[in-house]
């Protein structure tokens, strides 16, 4: 992947996708600004939902491990992932374990996250999405490019290119009838998926919660595909990032206002499916839990960064933020694009590649993430300071060993410069000089920059130098002893 | 009542004409404002790049060159916040590092007396009415450092709306960001320039013949962009706006 700037720069050039991400952001914003409005303690909500998550974190192993024992004590099966390679082949000993070589999915960022479709497919085991917008970023052989709406780049006259021409490839194939009504679409996906459904033996998933004390996870979704692929097949694996724990089934109450009216912006989410380990006259009669880690316990380890470990991917951030309407999901690079994804993905994979390192300065800092974020993570706050540990690196922990990292590559530079410019900025005098100097050559400066400050003066007129610095014009009408504020005359 | 003015980097060295009009303004509302010379740059450049170190010096130079008055006001909100939102952050860290309290201490020193200027006015001197003339029409971009983070909220738009001859005609996608954020504009160029090509020409589309902000490096990327576009609407500073008067309109 090609650091975030090149990629951005490809995106921003791509009109159809701007408009696309323009016209569908826009609309959910408006939404989401009206549907929290309706509530009047959504700011207490909002603080309910950051302690929460914050006491989860603060005792996770606690918690964990009692989930592991109502997991475990109603009929469940719990195993541990320390990384995706680890996760990845657990799943597919589980499924190979079944003689199953089809699964279906509910849609889910861990697995996304992992890369566990295509560990499947290394295995011969084929993974079926059945969320509408996954299922057309799987036949279109794309990646998601948003947490709610994965297909969110992709029009509906696309889609139904996508379905007429794929669909054969994957299964029943798509109707004759085919148009881009989105009745049409959303009826030639049901004929599609229904066979899936009923066919299957496996059903993979991920979830919105686990409860610690009843061991009960949570998925949310609004199309009932989900609760399809919880319910039907024999066995249920679930992957689900430990950080996704909530202590009490009490504290669902908060999350299940929260989310809905942050990402969709519904009082209350069509379907909710819970399950508690297995029952013998219903649903799956195995299951199994896969807690990931991947990362996040080195980003707890980090007391700054680590309350992206709260986020509920909700998408709020996503929609709000004006460079991921503009550079798209995909220049993130991650299952995670957007503002949460610029905090999170450098956290868990670590800032080494060029790519990772790109991603904390693909903000402008304006807030508007933080603004909307219904667990109020301080996104500004963390893209600073992951900022710090790409140009100055530092301690981190990797694995969950505590080690200082080096800066990453490529700002020897730039860190020269701010150097120079603090050093000038401390001592007034050389400012001063700089300035005056400034303003006698402002006849022979340049309309166009060169080196990095072209990118500046490509799209954007340069401000000319005044011929006297405010400093210059206080002294000269106030006199030398300025300090000390205007002289009496 | 001490009022020192903290006339930023930007201000200082590429819009004197803005740290004026605070001047002309202050004075003309009876304040008596000093400008201590040892004064610098609020670290912002530094700190949002990244270089949270080199913010340190920069610190502790404002919280010695304001230590005599009561009021700091500054005609930036973007630098207002810096001091008000992160300097408690770098005193706290540089305590955390094991270098004792004097940073946090300095820190401690300037947040409070730290104002955007038009925070200083509404919530300080508790006028909206300055008395200024400005027989133009103009819209308002909230620059969102001003909008989130110090919450500037109506502060700005009731003093625009105060002002002799004014028209203020609101901005469409106003709370979206111009896309400057610093050292943003140079490493993400292309979207800089999108975000700021897009409130260009929402701009235009009001018909107004100035856009006004409460922030001058704002001012330049899309004062900027709008030039490049060839749009004959006028960046202007609030301050410059507020410090008209029928006999000098700005
Ligand atoms: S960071 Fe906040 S706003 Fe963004 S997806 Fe997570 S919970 Fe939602």
Known sequence: MPAFPAAADASTRNTQLRANLRHATHTIRAK??????????????????????????????????????AVTAAGGHVHWAADADEANRIVTELVQATGEREVVKVKSMATQEIGLNGALATAGITAYETDLAELIVQLGDDLPSHILVPAIHRNRGEIRDIFAEKMAQWGRPAPEWLTDAPADLAEAARLHLREKFLNAKVGISGANFMVAETGTLVVVESEGNGRMCLTLPETLISVVGIEKIVPTFQ??????????????????????????????????????????????????????????????????????????????????????????????????????????ASLPYASSLCGACYEV????????????????????????SVRGTRTVIKPAKGHAAERAAMRAARWALDHPRVLRTGQRLASRTRRFHPRRLPGPGRAWSDTRELPKVPEESFRDWWQRTRGESGTEGRKTT | MRVALFITCVNDTLYPHTGQAVVTLLERLGVEVGFPE??????????????????????????????????????????????????????????????GQELADAAAEAVPKTYELTEFLTDVLKVTDVGAYYPHTVTYHPTCHG????????????????????????????????????????????????????????????????????????????????????????????????????????
């Open chain 1, 251 to 356: 504290d669902l109450e908060v999350f299940l206002q929260l989310l809905p009216r942050s990402s969709t912006a519904e009082r209350m989410n069509p379907y909710t499916s819970t399950w508690t380990g297995t029952t013998d006259a219903d649903g799956p009669r195995t299951f199994h839990l896969v807690l990931l880690d991947n990362g996040r316990t080195d980003t707890l380890a980090d007391t700054v960064g680590r309350q992206a470990l709260r986020c509920i991917r909700c998408s709020a951030c996503l929609n709000v933020c004006p460079v991921y309407e503009r550079a798209g999901g995909h220049a993130y690079g991650s299952a995670y694009p957007g503002p949460i994804g610029a905090i999170l993905t450098p956290q868990l994979r670590g800032v080494q590649s060029e790519l990772d």
């Open chain 1, 32 to 69: 989401r600004a009206t549907a929290v409005a309706e509530l009047d303690d959504w700011s207490s909500l909002r603080a309910a939902g950051a302690a929460i998550k914050d006491r989860s974190l603060r005792h996770l192993d606690h918690y964990l491990e009692q989930l592991e024992s």
């Open chain 2, 147 to 250: 909008l989130r983070m110090l919450g500037l909220g109506d502060r700005p738009r009731s003093l625009l709306a105060a002002v002799k001859g004014l028209n203020l005609v609101e901005l469409p996608g106003a709370d979206e960001c111009c896309g400057f954020g610093g050292t943003f504009a140079v490493k993400n160029a292309a979207v800089s320039a999108a975000m700021g090509a897009d409130k260009a020409r929402n701009i235009t589309a009001t018909g107004a013949e100035a856009v006004c902000t409460v922030d001058n490096s704002c001012q330049m990327h899309i004062g900027g962009t709008l030039a490049r576009q060839g749009s004959t609407v006028r960046p202007v500073h609030i301050a410059e706006i507020l410090a008209s008067t029928e006999g000098n309109v700005w």
């Open chain 1, 373 to 396: 974020c219904p667990v109020a993570i301080d996104i500004p706050e963390v893209l600073v300071h992951l900022r710090e540990r790409v140009v100055e690196g530092g301690p981190v």
């Open chain 2, 38 to 99: 040892a004064q610098s740059c609020c670290g912002q450049p530094q700190f949002n790049t990244g270089y949270r170190h080199e913010t340190e010096p920069l610190v502790r130079r404002y919280a010695a060159a304001f230590h005599d008055y009561d009021y700091v006001v500054a005609p930036s909100g973007s630098c207002a916040a810096m001091v008000r939102d992160n300097y408690p952050r770098i005193g706290a860290k540089a305590a955390a590092e094991g270098r």
